[in-house]
């Protein structure tokens, strides 16, 4: 997190591809930051709820 200076209850913006392949983002708030032994795991994963994740890439 101190990478992209973010911090609990800010907004991030995560951008990705629909099932159609149309760019889909939206502004999601962070509610946890987890650390794991793992550095590169931590700098390129995220948890987003299944159901938002759905409704954005047009699977639900």
């Known amino acids: 997190m101190d ?23 939206s502004a999601f708030r962070i509610v946890g930051i987890f650390k794991t032994i793992n550095g590169p795991y931590d700098d390129s994963n995220v948890f987003v709820a299944i159901q938002d994740l759905d409704a954005l890439a047009n699977t639900g």
């Open 3 to 25: 990478k992209l200076n973010l911090s609990l209850n800010r907004k991030v913006i995560l951008t990705f591809q629909d099932k159609d392949g149309n760019l889909a983002s």
